[in-house]
């Protein structure tokens, strides 16, 4: 089979059994573009790494189980775990589902609503997107009124439950931030349950001028569990994003973050930290396109890799011609526990403007023995020492991220995942 | 404290040291002098537990146990402390949490409960004032950025909070200029006591001026040609490494 298509008629049904609001005929022309492409295939560079058959599958097998949807119910643990431990206002989208938050709409200078309540059908064409779009059964529109600004962080829980089934779920959001408002975001995907699933989000952003918004990303589904997640953000002048991603969980794991300068002095600092055992697959993709300058990108990735798994780190800057004054700088940098870690990381710059200042940088590396030595002639167990090597190789993203409310929460789960790992290495 | 007999290690297929016989006991300053590249650091680290060398042969006992089968933890852990010739660098890793933790390790090991925060700051802020170091470097990530000077006074600083019984500390008199060497050299007299043993490794009589040892070994091609007093070192000075070799040969 050349192409990773699902089955026509199945599709159909399932996207025709979605509850009818303003969205439907949009789903209709998603749908059809989706069958045209199906998802994409290792064919394509930019999927070269990243093999969406399993993902296919789950999605076959969803189908031909009549579609189901968990409720909303079977996430509500899961969610009550990460409210007590983050306390800020969520807004949850339990199995693509919208069932609480929407009540924060009533604060000053921000609205909620959904997209069917607007009629704004989803954009954005890309098999994934067309996809979500097609099963989508509501989108959540979030509008940060022009000069409001937001001290109080606003959070987007995605958690998914696949108890006995396999379980598909859309989910998408779309966040306007008008001229010179300021606010911040925790995007936290979660998941629960022994059956297969497959978690199919968007999220887009747009920044008027002078907006400015801090975003923090938490991926951390369960180990069995599979997400293709798009981000697309676009600048308007003078307006900032602080971004930052953390990669903790899943099986299969692909975010691309699509990010589109279209305003002068617009600056992008993305931080991302990816930390893989066993069995996972992780993969970021970020692209930049300065189409205006002067601007500043920055973007630095790190990743710790132990066990059998591959990462993989695909960042791209693009300076279209005219772009005079950009400045992009991207790095990456990975820590191998183990000799079975595989890493595929690629710096890309295609600059097509003359006055441009920009500059990559990737390394591979393994824990420092003299280092790991060092700590334990000091009375440090060696998983003691592993751990505080590997904390210390995250932390500047850790402690870049731009969010303090979650900043605890944070440093704990990558607290865990190194605790595992370290322990794993031995073996 | 420390019987060391007819020790072997190589690295690779190299050997380094040929046969080291050495006895420490409690109370004792013992100095270990030779020319460059005599196997000095490498038995050093043999006794820290560095898996870059193999033992080939003899045995070491420490406090009457087979030391070689303990991990570098565990020989830390019952007091064993190596001052390195070049500590290394560890970004991200900060000072003080490597000294709480070194502390509590040791702590734990001997039934006692964690140091707490307070305690530990007071502590570490005494010990720095002992050794003339700014207690902002307990915030800075270890020896990260620090001068020659500065990480051989931390490597004393971390002494000085655990304790030791044993502390063989290599070459921690190169490069520092005259109040460091005093500063480092206090350090080292406040933990002489009849319960603990000190290995000084040096190249120069200069520190042996404010630490008097005990005992002088000159190691020479992973081999003590010589031991004798303190006049030994003065000799040595005096004379060059040659001609204890030049006796030994004859
Ligand atoms: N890890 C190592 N790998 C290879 N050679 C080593 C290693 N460590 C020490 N050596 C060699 O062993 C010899 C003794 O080194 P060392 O113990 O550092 O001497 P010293 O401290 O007396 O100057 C030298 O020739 C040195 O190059
Ligand atoms: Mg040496």
Not at chain 1, 113 to 135: I, Q, R, V, W
Not at chain 1, 202 to 221: F, T, W
Not at chain 2, 199 to 207: E, F, G, I, S
């Amino acid at each position: 089979m050349s192409v990773l298509a699902l089955p026509d008629k199945a599709l159909r049904t399932a996207v025709r059994e979605l509850p009818e609001n303003a969205l439907a005929a949009n789903r209709q022309a998603a749908l059809a573009r989706f069958l045209e492409r199906g998802f994409p295939t290792t064919r394509l560079e930019d999927w070269k790494y990243t093999d969406l058959t399993s993902i296919a599958d789950i999605s076959q097998r969803w189908l031909e189980s009549g579609a189901p949807t968990a409720t909303a119910a079977s996430v509500s643990g899961r969610v009550e775990e990460i409210r007590a431990v983050v306390g800020i206002d969520w807004i949850v989208i339990g199995n693509g589902a919208i069932v609480d938050g929407t009540h924060i709409a009533g604060s000053e200078g921000l609205s909620i609503a959904t997209f069917s309540e607007l009629k704004h059908a989803p954009g954005y064409e890309h098999p994934l997107a067309d996809l979500n779009a097609a099963l989508l059964p509501d989108g959540l529109h979030i509008h940060v009124h022009a000069h409001s600004h937001h001290d109080r962080p606003l959070g987007l829980l995605f958690v998914d439950g696949a108890d006995s089934q396999p379980g598909v779920t859309q989910t998408r959001v779309f966040i306007e931030l008008d001229e010179g408002s300021q606010a911040q975001f925790v995007e936290y995907h979660a998941s629960i349950g022994e059956a297969d699933h497959y978690a199919n989000s968007v999220v887009e952003l747009s920044l008027a001028k002078g907006a400015s918004a801090d975003y923090v990303r938490i991926q951390a589904r369960d180990g069995g569990h599979t997400q293709t997640h798009r981000t697309a953000i676009s600048l308007q002048a003078s307006s900032t994003i602080r971004y930052s991603g953390f990669d903790l969980g899943g099986r299969l794991v692909r975010n691309d973050l699509d990010i589109d300068i279209g305003g002068k002095e617009a600056t992008v600092l993305v931080g991302g930290l990816y930390i893989a055992g066993d069995g996972q697959h992780i993969d970021n993709h970020v692209r930049i396109d300065h189409r205006v300058g002067p601007a500043r990108s920055e973007q630095e990735f790190r990743g710790i890799l132990g066990g059998r798994c591959r990462c993989v780190w695909n960042g791209k800057a693009i300076v279209q011609p005219g772009a005079d004054g950009t400045d992009a700088e991207q790095s990456n940098h990975n820590l191998l526990l183990s000799e079975r870690a595989e890493i595929d990381a690629k710096p890309e710059l295609e600059i097509y403007a003359d006055e441009v200042k920009c500059s990559h940088g990737t390394t591979v590396g393994q824990i420092d023995d003299a280092a790991l030595f060092y700590l334990r002639s000091r009375g440090l167990d060696k998983q003691d020492a592993m751990r505080a090597l590997t904390r210390a190789f995250g932390a500047s993203i850790v402690s870049h991220s731009p969010i303090a409310a979650v900043a605890d929460h944070l440093t704990e789960i990558v607290e865990r995942r190194l605790t595992a790992l370290t322990e794993d290495s031995d073996a | 404290m420390l019987e060391i007999k007819d020790l072997k290690a190589s690295t690779g297929d190299t050997p380094i040291l040929n046969g080291v016989s050495l006895s420490v006991k409690a109370g004792e300053v013992h100095a270990i002098m030779g020319p460059n590249g005599s196997g000095k650091s490498t038995l050093a680290q043999v006794i820290a537990g560095h898996d870059d060398y193999a033992v080939t042969g003899g045995s070491v006992e420490y406090k009457g146990r087979d030391l070689l089968e303990l991990e570098p933890e565990e020989r830390a852990r019952d007091g064993i402390f190596l001052g390195f010739q070049y500590p290394v660098e560890i970004p991200g890793v900060n000072n003080a949490y490597l000294l709480k933790a070194a502390l509590n390790a040791k702590r734990k090991h001997h039934g006692l409960d964690e140091i707490d925060a307070f305690e530990f700051l007071k502590l570490a802020k005494e010990k720095m004032v002992l050794l003339g170091m700014d207690p902002k470097f307990l915030n800075r990530g270890v020896n990260e950025g620090f001068s020659g000077g500065e990480k051989k006074r931390n490597e004393i600083l971390q002494m000085a909070m655990l304790e030791p019984d044993l502390a063989i500390l290599d070459e921690t008199d190169s490069g520092l200029d005259i109040d460091a060497l005093k500063a480092v050299a206090h350090g080292i007299n406040s933990l002489r006591s009849p319960d603990r043993a000190i290995v000084l490794v040096t190249h120069y009589q200069r520190l042996l001026d404010y630490v008097e040892p005990d005992v002088v070994h000159v190691l020479s091609a992973g081999r003590i040609l010589r031991s004798g007093d303190k006049s030994l070192a003065l000799e040595l000075e005096e004379k060059g490494y040659d001609w204890v070799k030049e006796a030994a040969n004859a």
